[in-house]
């Protein structure tokens, strides 16, 4: 690994977005020159297979903050590679049994919706009614009120979804249609 990165050991941070942040460090045992960079040469005891994070040299914060591209997960590989891991894998394999509620999550943001009640501007006629749960870019949201020119809309809470029997999917998935007709009706 290059010099102007750390290796460090990974952690969930955050069960409910999946942050997975710098725990433990791994000290290199020496450095060697590769051209004109210098790597990091690990001696890691670790079994193959572990997660480990890398950070730019001088982070020595174990925060749970937001990194952007600058914190890489990585898995340890057989001959002691480090193989890209994305953050969302390494978050539910660190945290098996949150990883259900994390996809709810993504799924909720990537529509658009937030998980608190937001009001939005629509076009005149836009045919939502308050109290209703709709599809929406893809997954549900639940329209709490509606005007002729506003919707005030949210995603369902996780617990919502799986007390209606909806599952965790995008609304456009079979089986989503499908529940969503024995819920709602065709």
């Known amino acids: 690994m290059n010099a102007a990165r750390w290796l460090w050991g990974a952690e969930l941070a955050d069960r409910s977005t999946g ?7 791994q000290r290199p045992v020496r ?15 670790a079994a193959p297979g572990t997660l480990l994070v890398s950070t730019p040299a001088g ?4 925060g749970a903050g937001y990194w952007g591209a600058s914190h890489v997960v990585h898995r340890l590989g057989a001959d002691g590679s480090l193989a890209h891991v994305p ?5 539910d394999e660190l945290d098996p049994a949150g990883a259900e509620a994390r996809l709810h999550r993504r799924l909720a943001l990537a529509a658009g919706l937030s998980l608190e009640t937001t009001r939005l501007r629509m076009r005149e006629g836009h045919g939502y009614e308050s109290e209703t749960v709709v599809e929406w870019s ?14 005030w809309a949210r995603a369902p809470s996780y617990a919502e979804m799986t007390g209606a029997g909806l599952p965790i999917a995008r609304s456009d998935t079979p089986e989503a249609q ?5 819920i709602w009706g065709p």
């Open 138 to 151: 893809g997954y549900w949201a639940v329209v709490e009120r509606a005007t002729a020119k506003q919707v």
């Open 59 to 62: 982070t020595s914060s174990r």
């Open 87 to 91: 953050m969302d894998a390494a978050a």
């Open 19 to 25: 942050h997975v942040a710098n725990s433990y460090p």
């Open 31 to 45: 450095y060697e020159a590769s051209g004109l960079d210098m790597i990091a040469v690990h001696e890691v005891d």
């Open 178 to 182: 499908a529940a969503a007709a024995r």
